[in-house]
């Protein structure tokens, strides 16, 4: 799943200040939208060895769910984190066979899996959508009907920055013609922290896509005014959740079924308890001993917690409804975003743990 730097393909961003780098603007997305085709490689999927969950960036308080379920002995003992490193993209390290899960987009997947890779979602993490629109307090953007003929900032076009767009402007009744978008990497907190001096000034952005959780969380505890717009009452995505390979599932499904059902009960205590997330965060993240910075983690902590407990047709945390993959596909072809591969809701999403 702020903003902290990102991966290849969408080059990393430089970390802002240390107190809007430590929310890090899509830790979760902040990896390559993985859309290209790679295969396994001869490591293979096979039984035997650890199981390596890939973590899609550099330790975050985002990742303490996980974190949580190791430190509570959730996970079997041959069950390690990984985090990613800087030059990896969202799946590569799972197409490797380097990992055998990874906390990603489930609509970045789905992207994926029509571009040939064999990538199976099986579990779920946010079970709200993250990406929004954000404006500051003080400019005219007040609804999604207000970005008509705006400037709106935004990483680039792809990943679930971009994916949100589109719900946006489909919501709003809104084509790329009636917007200015601007690419500006994943720096939308710094953006936006400072007013534009000329509202007819298109090298600046009136609102941007950003995260929830992330994004605006930075923005407010820097002490920037903004609000959050929702892209749409009923978001028709899928976000952070838990992929895997379709090789890997055949071999593995008895480890992966334990650590999904581990990985969900590590996202209860992270929702039961903030204050103990930070304490589970700060032996990876050490600069949360500082006050600041960890009174800034526990904001993100708590609105990263709203996109994990239950809402609508879930009922169970980590749970995955497969009904919202076949919207979800729609949506993505309807958009033009799909590749030449056919994918399907059943092939693309296998629940370990049903809604």
């Not at 055998?100 to 709200?128: C, R």
């Not at 489909?170 to 509202?199: H, M, V, W």
């Not at 992330?214 to 820097?222: C, F, I, P, T």
């Amino acid at each position: 799943m702020t903003s902290q730097p990102s991966r290849p393909r969408l080059s990393r961003r430089g970390l802002l200040t240390s107190a809007l780098a430590l929310t890090g603007a899509g830790a979760l997305a902040a990896c390559s939208s993985g859309t290209a085709s790679q295969a396994l490689n001869s490591g293979g999927p096979g039984a035997g060895g650890a199981l390596t969950i890939g973590l899609t960036y550099t330790p975050n308080i985002q990742f303490a769910p996980f974190y949580m379920a190791l430190a509570n002995k959730d996970y079997e003992s041959t069950v390690e984190l990984r985090h990613h490193g800087g030059s990896e993209g969202l799946f590569d390290a799972l197409l490797a066979g380097t990992e055998h899960m990874v906390i990603a987009g489930a609509d970045e997947a789905a992207v994926a899996a029509s571009n040939g890779s064999p990538l199976v979602v099986i579990g779920g993490y946010y079970q709200g959508y993250p990406g929004c629109v954000i404006a500051r307090e003080d400019s005219a953007v007040a609804s999604l009907a207000d970005l008509k003929g705006r400037v709106v900032g935004l990483p680039g076009r792809m990943g679930e920055n971009w994916y949100a767009l589109q719900v946006a402007m489909r919501n709003a009744g809104l084509t790329e013609s009636d917007l200015t978008i601007l690419e500006i990497g994943f720096t939308q907190q710094a953006a936006l922290a400072q007013p534009k001096s000329d509202a007819s000034d298109t090298s600046k952005p009136d609102a941007i896509i950003g995260f929830s959780n992330n994004d605006a969380v930075g923005l407010k505890e820097s002490g920037v005014a903004v609000r959050t717009i929702p892209v749409g009452d009923d978001i028709p995505l899928i976000g952070a959740s838990l992929v895997t390979t379709q090789a890997v599932l055949e071999a593995r499904r008895a480890e992966l079924n334990d650590a999904v059902m581990a990985s969900s009960r590590g996202m209860a205590a992270f929702v039961a308890d903030p204050d103990a997330a930070v304490t589970a965060t700060r032996q990876y993240v050490p600069d949360l001993v500082d006050d600041a910075q960890a009174k800034q983690a526990r904001a993100v902590a708590v609105a990263t917690a709203e996109l994990i407990a239950p809402s609508g047709t879930y009922t169970t945390i980590g749970a995955l409804d497969p009904s919202k993959a076949a919207t979800m596909i729609e949506f993505l072809g309807t958009q033009g975003i799909l590749g030449a591969t056919t994918i399907t809701a059943d092939g693309v999403c296998q629940p370990l743990l049903a809604a």
